[in-house]
Protein backbone atom coordinates (compact mmCIF):
# COMPACT_ATOMS: atom_id res chain seq x y z
CA UNK A 1 0.00 0.00 0.00
CA UNK A 2 1.44 3.05 -1.43
CA UNK A 3 -0.81 6.19 0.56
CA UNK A 4 -0.89 9.70 -0.74
CA UNK A 5 -1.33 11.82 2.05
CA UNK A 6 -1.64 15.85 2.13
CA UNK A 7 -3.12 18.22 3.98
CA UNK A 8 -7.37 18.73 3.76
CA UNK A 9 -7.76 21.94 1.40
CA UNK A 10 -10.97 22.69 -0.55
CA UNK A 11 -9.84 20.69 -3.18
CA UNK A 12 -9.68 17.68 -0.93
CA UNK A 13 -12.99 18.61 1.15
CA UNK A 14 -15.17 15.62 -1.59
CA UNK A 15 -12.78 12.96 0.04
CA UNK A 16 -12.88 13.96 3.67
CA UNK A 17 -16.61 14.06 3.31
CA UNK A 18 -16.53 10.42 1.59
CA UNK A 19 -14.11 9.41 4.44
CA UNK A 20 -16.73 10.63 7.03
CA UNK A 21 -20.03 9.70 5.40
CA UNK A 22 -22.82 10.81 5.57
CA UNK A 23 -23.18 11.04 9.66
CA UNK A 24 -19.88 12.92 9.73
CA UNK A 25 -17.60 10.50 11.42
CA UNK A 26 -17.90 9.68 15.19
CA UNK A 27 -21.31 10.09 15.74
CA UNK A 28 -21.48 13.27 13.59
CA UNK A 29 -18.61 14.96 15.50
CA UNK A 30 -16.76 16.18 12.43
CA UNK A 31 -13.68 16.52 14.47
CA UNK A 32 -15.44 18.91 16.31
CA UNK A 33 -14.57 17.50 19.67
CA UNK A 34 -11.86 19.60 20.77
CA UNK A 35 -12.08 22.91 18.60
CA UNK A 36 -15.51 23.53 20.44
CA UNK A 37 -16.57 23.75 24.22
CA UNK A 38 -18.86 21.04 25.12
CA UNK A 39 -22.06 23.32 25.59
CA UNK A 40 -21.35 24.96 22.22
CA UNK A 41 -20.64 21.88 20.07
CA UNK A 42 -23.58 20.17 21.76
CA UNK A 43 -26.08 23.18 20.43
CA UNK A 44 -24.74 22.91 16.87
CA UNK A 45 -26.69 20.30 14.39
CA UNK A 46 -24.08 17.80 12.45
CA UNK A 47 -24.20 20.29 9.84
CA UNK A 48 -23.26 23.02 11.57
CA UNK A 49 -20.01 21.32 12.91
CA UNK A 50 -19.13 19.90 9.31
CA UNK A 51 -19.83 23.70 8.24
CA UNK A 52 -17.15 24.41 10.66
CA UNK A 53 -14.65 21.99 9.46
CA UNK A 54 -15.06 22.53 6.34
CA UNK A 55 -14.57 26.57 6.75
CA UNK A 56 -11.35 25.08 8.71
CA UNK A 57 -10.22 23.04 5.34
CA UNK A 58 -10.22 26.91 3.47
CA UNK A 59 -8.11 28.79 5.89
CA UNK A 60 -4.35 29.36 5.41
CA UNK A 61 -3.51 26.62 7.86
CA UNK A 62 -5.32 23.22 6.74
CA UNK A 63 -6.94 21.68 9.95
CA UNK A 64 -5.57 18.24 9.11
CA UNK A 65 -4.55 15.22 6.67
CA UNK A 66 -5.87 12.98 4.43
CA UNK A 67 -4.66 9.66 3.48
CA UNK A 68 -6.05 8.72 0.11
CA UNK A 69 -5.22 5.02 -1.49
CA UNK A 70 -5.05 4.87 -4.97
CA UNK A 71 -7.18 8.17 -4.63
CA UNK A 72 -9.47 6.48 -2.14
CA UNK A 73 -9.99 8.11 0.95
CA UNK A 74 -8.68 5.95 3.93
CA UNK A 75 -7.93 8.20 6.68
CA UNK A 76 -7.74 11.12 8.43
CA UNK A 77 -5.46 12.70 11.49
CA UNK A 78 -6.12 16.69 13.01
CA UNK A 79 -2.99 17.88 13.55
CA UNK A 80 -2.60 21.62 14.17
CA UNK A 81 -1.24 23.96 16.62
CA UNK A 82 -2.87 23.44 20.49
CA UNK A 83 -4.56 27.22 19.98
CA UNK A 84 -7.02 25.63 17.18
CA UNK A 85 -8.79 22.96 19.56
CA UNK A 86 -9.02 24.74 22.84
CA UNK A 87 -10.62 21.56 24.68
CA UNK A 88 -6.97 20.26 24.98
CA UNK A 89 -5.92 23.39 26.72
CA UNK A 90 -8.58 22.59 29.07
CA UNK A 91 -7.14 22.11 33.35
CA UNK A 92 -9.77 19.05 33.69
CA UNK A 93 -8.78 17.00 30.39
CA UNK A 94 -5.54 14.85 30.43
CA UNK A 95 -4.08 16.85 27.48
CA UNK A 96 -3.84 19.96 29.59
CA UNK A 97 -0.77 21.57 28.71
CA UNK A 98 2.60 20.99 30.85
CA UNK A 99 3.21 23.30 33.29
CA UNK A 100 4.68 26.10 31.84
CA UNK A 101 3.41 25.46 28.15
CA UNK A 102 1.33 28.54 26.62
CA UNK A 103 -1.63 27.06 24.37
CA UNK A 104 -1.56 30.34 22.58
CA UNK A 105 2.00 29.18 21.15
CA UNK A 106 2.04 28.58 17.40
CA UNK A 107 5.23 26.45 17.82
CA UNK A 108 3.51 23.93 20.14
CA UNK A 109 0.90 21.88 18.25
CA UNK A 110 -1.50 18.88 19.00
CA UNK A 111 -2.11 15.56 16.85
CA UNK A 112 -5.85 15.21 18.27
CA UNK A 113 -8.06 12.84 16.08
CA UNK A 114 -8.10 9.92 13.88
CA UNK A 115 -10.57 8.93 11.38
CA UNK A 116 -9.77 5.51 9.69
CA UNK A 117 -12.33 3.78 7.47
CA UNK A 118 -13.82 0.95 9.16
CA UNK A 119 -12.61 -1.80 6.47
CA UNK A 120 -9.14 -0.63 6.74
CA UNK A 121 -8.46 -0.28 11.00
CA UNK A 122 -5.71 -2.15 11.94
CA UNK A 123 -3.42 -1.74 8.63
CA UNK A 124 -0.67 0.67 9.33
CA UNK A 125 -2.19 3.41 8.37
CA UNK A 126 -2.59 5.50 11.37
CA UNK A 127 1.61 4.74 11.77
CA UNK A 128 1.78 6.46 8.36
CA UNK A 129 -0.47 9.35 9.37
CA UNK A 130 1.38 10.08 12.44
CA UNK A 131 4.60 9.88 9.67
CA UNK A 132 2.93 12.67 7.70
CA UNK A 133 1.46 14.68 10.87
CA UNK A 134 4.48 15.35 12.28
CA UNK A 135 6.03 16.38 8.72
CA UNK A 136 3.59 18.70 8.52
CA UNK A 137 3.72 20.38 12.05
CA UNK A 138 7.20 20.90 11.32
CA UNK A 139 6.85 22.16 8.15
CA UNK A 140 4.53 24.90 9.49
CA UNK A 141 6.39 26.01 12.69
CA UNK A 142 5.89 23.58 14.84
CA UNK A 143 9.01 22.97 17.62
CA UNK A 144 7.17 20.59 19.87
CA UNK A 145 4.50 18.12 18.64
CA UNK A 146 2.16 16.22 21.08
CA UNK A 147 -1.04 13.69 21.56
CA UNK A 148 -2.27 12.09 23.88
CA UNK A 149 -2.76 8.33 22.79
CA UNK A 150 -4.75 5.91 24.62
CA UNK A 151 -3.10 2.99 26.41
CA UNK A 152 -5.37 0.31 24.50
CA UNK A 153 -9.40 0.18 23.45
CA UNK A 154 -12.17 -2.51 23.97
CA UNK A 155 -11.35 -3.53 20.34
CA UNK A 156 -8.10 -3.09 18.56
CA UNK A 157 -10.64 -1.52 15.85
CA UNK A 158 -12.81 0.75 17.63
CA UNK A 159 -13.76 4.32 17.27
CA UNK A 160 -12.40 4.74 20.66
CA UNK A 161 -8.84 4.86 19.09
CA UNK A 162 -9.80 8.07 17.66
CA UNK A 163 -6.75 10.00 19.82
CA UNK A 164 -4.53 7.43 18.56
CA UNK A 165 -2.76 4.48 20.34
CA UNK A 166 0.61 4.61 22.69
CA UNK A 167 2.03 2.27 20.45
CA UNK A 168 1.76 4.01 17.69
CA UNK A 169 2.99 7.02 18.57
CA UNK A 170 5.37 5.20 20.65
CA UNK A 171 7.13 3.56 17.29
CA UNK A 172 7.19 7.21 15.78
CA UNK A 173 9.45 7.96 18.65
CA UNK A 174 7.58 9.80 21.00
CA UNK A 175 7.70 9.43 24.37
CA UNK A 176 5.84 9.78 27.62
CA UNK A 177 6.29 13.37 29.18
CA UNK A 178 3.35 13.23 31.28
CA UNK A 179 0.85 10.48 32.87
CA UNK A 180 -2.29 11.32 34.02
CA UNK A 181 -5.02 9.77 35.14
CA UNK A 182 -7.13 7.75 32.57
CA UNK A 183 -10.42 9.33 34.54
CA UNK A 184 -9.86 12.25 33.11
CA UNK A 185 -11.28 13.76 29.07
Not at 65 to 94: C, E, F, K, S, Y
Not at 148 to 161: D, F, Q, W, Y
Amino acid sequence: MTLDIRPVTPDLWPSLETLFGPQGACYGCWCSYFRLAPKHREALSRDDKKLLLKEAAAAPLPPGLIALDDGVPVGWVQVTPRTHVPRWNTTRTVSRPLDGDDPSDLGLWAISCFFIQSKRRGQGISHALVEAAVSHAQDNGARIVEACPIEKAKHSKSVGLLVGSVSVFEKAGFHVAAERSPDAR
